[in-house]
């Protein structure tokens, strides 16, 4: 006869059975997870090694080439802007070592600098556009209009390209001396601008900024300045507005002009003037600007070219 005593026997020992079988099968299993994550590791250690020094050599060879254009580019802008003058116009974010390098590669083209012009980060404040507006309104010297477009870039492209640029119908000057300095001093005491030596107009201007903003009001930002430019260009013989990479993306002021057929169609580009190669196209541009042409130089997604074509 079956006692209760080997039914708790048989129960027990299936039990233990089913608990053993359970804690072999997990370890075999884990054992066998743990091995693959660990041929994965390798794997992607592997991948990571490949891929830096990967980049470390597009590295070598960028700063070889960076050292290659500095080195010719004097040569290949050599007299492509014999007698003509040029003005800075910079934001605070533009690095003073683009202008410095530009300043060099413009000499060699035989350009003139007339002078620089710094807007400071109120001049494309959304905040600040009314009393920019209002400025730009109540400044203007007598017998200059100012564009009939109501945003305030092309209000202050209007001013300003009347005081800073040469009238490229006549070759006269817009304003006279003491006019472009009243106008300077009060945009300089609301803190638009930041006045340095005098500036002479010139007959062609190079917009110089730094690359896309990363504030919520970036996109703002960048529109004022792209339409300031795109003004400056229509008041001008020429303009270049050149940055570094970062201002072609979508809410940097390249990207915002490339994305304006309109403006695109006068105004030129360069994405990376932080290159060598940029520095140089931002030149070629300022020459083609002279010649009635204009284009999107860079190595951005929406660039034509890297550099304009050469003329022989």
Known sequence: MISLRYHVVSIAAVFLALALGVVLGSTAISGRLLSGLSS???????????LQA????????LADADIFGAAVGPRVVS?????????????TDANPADRDVLTGLLNSAGATITGELQLTDAF????RSDQLSELCTRLLPAGLR?????????????????????????????????????????????????????????QLVVVLTGGAGRDNSSGDRAGILARFATQLDRASAGAVLAGRPGSAEGNGPIGVVRADTAAASVLSTVDDVSTAAGRVATVLALAEQAQGRAGRYGTGGNAQAVVPAIQG
Do not use: Y
């Open 40 to 50: 994965n590791r390798d794997d992607l250690g592997r991948q990571v090694s490949d």
């Open 54 to 61: 990967e980049r470390n050599g597009l590295r070598a060879r």
């Open 79 to 91: 007299g492509a802007l014999r007698g003509r003058t040029v003005a800075f116009v910079t934001t």
């Open 124 to 127: 494309t404040d959304p905040s």
């Open 146 to 202: 100012l564009p009939t477009a109501s945003d305030v870039g092309t209000l202050a492209g209007g001013l300003l390209g009347s005081l800073l640029l040469i009238n490229p119908h006549n070759g006269k000057a817009q304003a006279t001396s003491a006019e472009t300095t009243a106008v300077l001093a009060g945009l300089g005491d609301g803190g638009f601008v930041r006045v340095g030596p005098q500036m002479l107009p010139a």
